[in-house]
């Protein structure tokens, strides 16, 4: 059973509201968001730019589902061919179904869109120090640590230091 898909503009005010609900949820873990962010317009607007990326091949945002309803986001960003075959690996899941194992069924379906259908050789993620459960989620996928980033993003306003994970794509060694 799938349980991402492509995201849609259809899918703005679910997005929207979602992200209503989960806003204190997900604060410690995003960067400061304006108000604009939290409106169905405002996602209409993130969809559009994911999906124009996406189409020039260098993104692949996804919505994560439980039962076809949208309970998060996973996406595959800075999409690079060439030598570097990688990308970065970003994802949000709502409070209600956080610690279910939505997450690390959503991160090992889109490695292996990563790996099978765009034919990657690496994908990358980054987690806050003390997000234990994000680091937990790569883990049980295979993502192992590389190093640390010091002040890499800019999260809940200030710029935080995380830890870097990769996952390689096995089958570009067997070549």
């Not at 949208?70 to 970065?88: D, E, K």
């Not at 790996?115 to 996928?141: C, M, Y």
């Not at 306003?157 to 830890?163: H, L, P």
Request: charge should be neutral.
């Amino acid at each position: 059973m799938t349980l991402t898909r492509l995201a849609a503009l259809d899918d703005a005010p679910v997005l929207a509201e979602l992200l209503r609900r989960n806003r204190d949820f997900l604060a410690p873990w995003e960067p400061v968001r304006g108000e604009d962010y939290f409106t169905a317009d405002g996602q209409r607007a993130v969809l559009e730019a994911d999906l124009a990326q996406h189409a020039q091949g260098t993104k692949l945002p996804h919505v994560i589902l439980d039962s076809g309803s949208v309970i998060g986001r996973i996406t595959l960003n800075g999409i690079v061919r060439g030598p570097f075959q990688s990308c970065s690996l970003g994802y949000w899941v709502s409070a209600g179904h956080n610690g279910r194992g939505f997450a690390t069924r959503a991160v090992r379906e889109i490695v292996r869109v990563a790996f099978e259908e765009l034919g990657l050789h690496r994908v990358q993620a980054e987690t806050l120090l003390h997000n234990v459960r994000s680091r937990r989620v790569l883990k049980r996928n295979g993502f192992l640590p590389i190093g640390l980033a010091p002040a890499y993003l800019n999260i809940a306003g200030e710029w935080q230091d995380m830890d870097l994970f990769q996952v390689v794509n096995d089958a570009w060694s067997a070549g």
